[in-house]
């Protein structure tokens, strides 16, 4: 268990750190990322794709990061604020003029041999657009 809270808390401290490749070492090579209200893409290449394009648009820091692990490790999930701003427009969504932004989201996670195999994101599109408008 403490082993998982580790591996999430460097997860999200190399996303704080925007430190692509830290943040890749923490995932199985057939990691499975489902995208908030888009596809589930699987390994670690899709992933360092998605980052790139978040990177390009987003410059985001997460705070307030509370992690819950299940008893044997092979869950985890995590709840944080995310503090961002909107730098270039995304396809399909408003306009960027360098917009801030302050959302709750989550996070879930399963683990497979010490590396997160699957990755979850939620956060409330309708609230974030509403934020950036």
């Given at each position: 268990m403490n082993s998982t809270i580790?591996?999430?808390?460097?997860?999200?401290q190399s996303f704080n750190q925007q430190n692509v490749e830290s943040m890749l070492q923490c995932l199985h090579p057939q990691?499975?990322?489902e995208i908030n209200e888009g596809a589930?893409?699987?390994?670690?290449?899709?992933?360092?794709?998605?980052?790139?394009?978040?990177?390009?648009?987003?410059?985001?820091?997460?705070?307030?990061?509370?992690?819950?692990?299940?008893e044997d490790g092979q869950f985890a999930s995590a709840r944080?604020?995310?503090n961002g701003t909107y730098l270039?427009?995304?396809?399909?969504l408003p306009t960027a003029r360098g917009q801030h932004y302050k959302i709750?989201?989550?996070?879930y996670f399963e683990i497979?041999?010490?590396?997160?195999?699957?990755?979850?994101?939620?956060?409330?599109?309708?609230?974030?657009?509403?934020a950036v408008q």
């Open positions: 580790a591996l999430i808390q460097k997860y999200y990691v499975e990322h589930i893409e699987i390994g670690i290449q899709h992933f360092r794709q998605f980052l790139h394009r978040m990177n390009t648009h987003y410059k985001e820091n997460l705070t307030e990061i509370k992690v819950m692990v299940s944080f604020i995310v270039q427009t995304d396809a399909g709750p989201a989550l996070g497979q041999q010490g590396q997160i195999k699957k990755i979850s994101n939620f956060y409330n599109l309708k609230k974030w657009i509403e």
